[in-house]
């Protein structure tokens, strides 16, 4: 009975220690897996911030050569300027009116058109098949207008292709018989039928301009031509 007594202590004292022994395990695995936790969450943190820094820097190059493309940009623009002032200076080839090309690259600067300057720019440096494709571009753009076609008529009369040139004139003083380049074209389609040989065609083109702009220089001058006629 003493054995099976003292038995009876022994194993509650044994169990106590075992139960007392296991808490501070527990509680350091706990304390063990929080700080590797917040180590993650750490490392996760820098790495974001890491992220973050590299990004701010690329946004911050990419300014700098925003800021450089548009200082180029600005520079270019000028020197294009500068260039098209130049090159106005420079007398047009033989056969290109000056006061129409004078008065028709005003026009272009004022209405921003920039098809009809770079026609009037190749126009001026005898690139007329260049001044046609711009022209032609212009009229499919934005329909035909009485500077297109006149200075359609100009480029394809000096760059040899006159029956082009004839239909350019023709529909010029026909469509916009008010504008200050219709007795102009008038004028150029009598010299063309006169290149043609067509002298009867030329005539009835002459009378046709003083009769309907009497007042014009052209008509002045197309009453001297009809005499040599």
């Known amino acids: ?45 820098a790495d974001q911030m890491t992220i973050i820094a590299s990004i701010r820097t690329e946004l911050r190059q990419l300014s700098g050569r925003m800021d ?3 200082y180029k940009q600005e520079g270019l623009k000028g020197l294009s300027e500068q260039i098209s002032g130049v090159s106005r200076r420079l007398p047009p080839p033989q056969g290109v009116p000056l006061a129409e090309l004078e008065a028709s690259e005003r026009l272009a600067d004022s209405q921003s058109d920039e098809l009809l300057a770079e026609a009037l ?8 098949r260049n001044a046609i494709e711009s022209l032609d571009k212009a009229i499919s753009a934005n329909g ?29 003083a026909s469509s916009f018989s008010k504008d200050s380049l219709a007795p102009a074209a008038l004028s150029r389609q009598a010299e063309i039928f ?22 014009s220089t052209y008509a002045q001058n197309a009453k001297g031509r009809l005499k040599n006629l």
């Open 1 to 45: 009975m003493k054995f099976s007594a003292g038995r009876a202590l022994v194993l509650p004292a044994l169990a106590l220690l075992t139960f007392s022994g296991c808490v501070p395990s527990q509680q350091i695995n706990h304390t063990a897996q929080g700080d590797t936790e917040l180590s993650g969450i750490r490392r996760l943190q």
């Open 68 to 70: 450089e493309l548009e």
């Open 121 to 128: 720019s190749s126009i001026r440096g005898s690139k007329f």
């Open 144 to 172: 035909g207008k009485a500077q297109y076609l006149f200075w359609l008529g100009i480029s394809h009369e000096l760059y040899g292709t006159l029956e082009k040139a004839l239909g350019a004139f023709h529909e010029c």
């Open 194 to 215: 006169v290149k043609l040989s067509d002298k009867n065609s030329a005539k009835l083109t002459l009378q046709k301009l003083i009769a309907t702009y009497p007042t």
